[in-house]
């Protein structure tokens, strides 16, 4: 089944984003409710019909990074409400509550409905949000750039959800999945060992911000700033392990020597400062990169481990997930070894089906519980 130890660091590691993953029938119903808020935005009688409006993904339901939230049962997805109507024109909040008063008069919207501070939240119990964010394009037009609202700010605020999602896919090799999705149906979801290890490491980068900040949310760092630096850094890394590595290793060189916090932009739009935070408040900058360094000292200390000491450090990193990655890699080599073709390499000791210099595993004579040890 491996071959060297990284082999299955990276195995572990493959199955704790897919425990991370949004569930099947919950992509499924997201997509259901995503057509069916498109069909009443444009509805005949909608005041936004005039407009045109234009319904697409975007961030992490968009380019496949989604993650578990910890604490709480609904995940975080986001829409964009693309509007033919020139911004300079319209403030902010008018647009804002444009949007919210359409999807009040839906009787089943209506008590979902909650406005924050750029968008218009559908809260689905138990399962997940749906922010809709309101747009109007770039004046002049420039490309896929857009203009959102900032109600607090009565500023609109520059954008592009379609030309960012466009370079991640780029940079994390999909240039194929890049090239075809121009159009605006919701991403088929794929599965963990269908995504390509930039997408696998943004997963587990972000579990661990969560975990790293669960008592501090407040402090913590955007998931598109994340997403942006791991993106910057990534240089084509095969598995998921080695591009975890140079995620952090390259962020950190990123932060190195600054006194001043770092300015994370949008790729596709300059003007798009990603990591207003940090420049609000350096201490959070600062609290990030000594969290990053600790990550670092125990990542490089997971990638020279085995067996329990692994299991928890894996743990303490991304969280429950991995316990659950353990017992599905536990089960596959049980079964495996009850089926006879479980082998033992050579020189390493390494669990394998396909070794040439390897001992067969006796199957287990005994009957019990799988545990993370087998």
């Given at each position: 089944m491996f071959t060297t130890m990284t082999e299955q660091l990276d195995d572990i590691l493959d199955l704790t984003c897919g425990e991370l993953q949004l569930p099947p029938s919950w992509h499924d119903a997201a997509e259901e409710h995503y057509h069916a808020i498109c069909a009443w935005l444009e509805a005949l009688g909608s005041e936004l019909r005039l407009f045109r409006p234009i319904m697409y993904p975007q961030g992490s339901f968009r380019i496949g990074t989604t993650v578990r939230p910890i604490g709480r049962d609904e995940y975080d997805l986001d829409l964009v409400c693309e509007l033919?109507?020139?911004?300079?024109?319209?403030?902010?909040?008018?647009?804002?509550?444009?949007?919210?008063?359409?999807?009040?008069?839906?009787?089943?919207?209506?008590?979902?409905?909650?406005?924050?501070?750029?968008?218009?939240?559908?809260?689905?119990?138990?399962?997940?949000?749906?922010?809709?964010?309101?747009?109007?394009?770039?004046?002049?037009?420039?490309?896929?750039?857009?203009?959102?609202?900032?109600?607090?700010?009565?500023?609109?605020?520059?954008?592009?959800?379609?030309?960012?999602?466009?370079?991640?896919?780029?940079?994390?090799?999909?240039?194929?999945?890049?090239?075809?999705?121009?159009?605006?149906?919701?991403?088929?979801?794929?599965?963990?060992?269908?995504?390509?290890?930039?997408?696998?490491?943004?997963?587990?980068?972000?579990?661990?911000?969560?975990?790293t900040y669960r008592n501090d949310a407040d402090r913590a760092p955007r998931s598109i700033v994340l997403t942006t630096l791991a993106g910057q850094v990534y240089a084509g890394e095969l598995s998921t392990s080695a591009a975890l590595t140079a995620m952090i290793e390259g962020i950190l060189r990123l932060t190195a020597s600054r006194i001043e916090p770092l300015d994370v932009r949008n790729p596709t739009n300059g003007e798009e400062l990603l990591s207003e935070k940090w420049r609000e408040d350096p201490a959070d900058y600062r609290l990030f990169v000594q969290n990053l360094r600790v990550f670092k000292q125990q990542?490089?200390?997971?990638?020279?481990?085995?067996?329990?000491?692994?299991?928890?450090?894996?743990?303490?990193?991304?969280?429950?997930?991995?316990?659950?990655?353990?017992?599905?890699?536990?089960?596959?080599?049980?079964?495996?070894?009850?089926?006879?073709?479980?082998?033992?390499?050579?020189?390493?000791?390494?669990?394998?089906?396909?070794?040439?210099?390897?001992?067969?595993?006796?199957?287990?004579?005994?009957?019990?519980?799988?545990?993370?040890?087998?």
């Open positions: 033919a109507l020139d911004y300079r024109q319209n403030e902010p909040r008018v647009i804002l509550e444009l949007v919210e008063r359409r999807l009040r008069e839906n009787g089943t919207y209506r008590p979902m409905v909650k406005r924050l501070k750029r968008c218009i939240r559908l809260t689905y119990a138990e399962q997940f949000h749906l922010d809709v964010l309101p747009a109007c394009p770039e004046i002049p037009p420039a490309g896929t750039r857009l203009r959102v609202p900032d109600r607090e700010l009565r500023l609109w605020m520059p954008s592009n959800p379609k030309g960012y999602a466009l370079w991640f896919e780029t940079r994390s090799g999909l240039y194929l999945a890049a090239l075809k999705r121009m159009a605006e149906p919701v991403p088929e979801q794929q599965t963990a060992m269908e995504k390509t290890p930039l997408q696998r490491a943004v997963q587990l980068l972000k579990r661990w911000r969560d975990i990542w490089d200390e997971a990638l020279t481990t085995s067996g329990p000491a692994l299991a928890a450090i894996l743990e303490e990193l991304f969280g429950d997930e991995t316990r659950r990655a353990f017992k599905r890699q536990a089960e596959r080599v049980n079964a495996a070894r009850s089926s006879g073709t479980l082998r033992t390499a050579i020189g390493s000791g390494l669990l394998t089906t396909g070794a040439s210099r390897s001992i067969q595993v006796r199957p287990n004579t005994f009957y019990g519980d799988v545990s993370a040890d087998s």
